[in-house]
């Protein structure tokens, strides 16, 4: 089966398990859908006046909603969606779906830490991305590949993910306990050029509609300060080179 024939199914997949979940009561939906919240920020972050552009690398589902959530934050270059936590021999989409490769779906953003520092993206993951304390899932998806985690890219990066971490388990911001991981050393790969803004080249999608699109608005309604209504996409930054 070829790349795009594997992509092309795990999609169908989806839609498939989107509609079903579709025919569930409005109660139980609602019940299943991650909830967006407003958390504290962070107690430790970087300084707000570094020079140049910083990474960071979060894995919280399935990439297209992660990425597409950090396309419309301001002070995000680029947004690349990828593979961290295995080896480079098995980055590959057919081989992560098995969820035996150690990969977890992750992007890659880079930021200018001029206009966002660490710990604000690190507080957009939480609050609007995903769930933090669901174990190996997102919404329909369930795999060690769509794991919480972090892929610090230095141990200043890990010292503040793990006290933000802290910080919110002690204040109680979510209903049970944070699962994320905090994984160091991870190098990350780019995922096939068909995953890459996928939630920009398909908002009628039954699962960005579903799944993702609720993460926009509620980036836009907890973090009005930092929506932006025009993503920054991987093909543009492509195309001008």
């Not at 989806?14 to 920020?41: K, Q, S, T």
């Not at 604000?120 to 795999?143: A, K, Y």
């Not at 209903?175 to 991981?181: D, E, G, K, L, S």
């Not at 579903?210 to 926009?216: T, W």
Request: hydrophobic letters at 40%; aromatic letters at 10%; glycine letters at 6%.
């Amino acid at each position: 089966m070829t790349r795009i024939r594997m992509a092309a199914h795990a999609k169908g997949l989806r839609a498939v398990l989107v509609a079903a979940a579709m025919l569930l009561p409005l109660g139980l939906r609602a019940a299943m859908a991650e909830e967006a919240r407003v958390i504290p920020a962070p107690a430790l972050d970087e300084p707000a006046t570094q020079d140049g552009t910083r990474t960071i690398v979060l894995a919280g589902g399935c990439f297209w909603g992660v990425q597409g959530v950090f396309q419309h934050t301001k002070g995000v270059i680029s947004a690349v969606s990828g593979y961290a936590g295995g080896d480079r021999s098995t980055a590959r989409y057919e081989k992560v779906t098995t969820g035996a490769t150690g990969h977890a779906e992750s992007v890659q953003i880079t930021y200018d830490p001029r206009q966002i520092t660490y710990g604000r993206l690190l507080r957009v993951f939480f609050s609007v991305v995903h769930d933090p304390t669901q174990l190996n899932r997102q919404g329909p998806d369930i795999g060690t590949q769509y794991r919480s985690a972090i892929f610090p890219a230095d141990a200043a990066q890990a010292r503040i993910a793990k006290a933000y971490v802290a910080q919110l388990n002690q204040a109680r911001a979510f209903p049970a306990a944070i699962v994320t991981r905090i994984e160091a050393d991870r190098p990350f790969y780019p995922a096939e050029a068909y995953h890459q803004d996928f939630m920009a080249r398909n908002p009628t999608y039954p699962y960005i509609v579903y799944n993702d699109a609720p993460k926009l608005a509620d980036l836009q309604r907890i973090f009005p300060d930092l929506y932006r209504s025009s993503p920054v996409l991987v093909s543009a930054a492509r195309s001008s080179n």
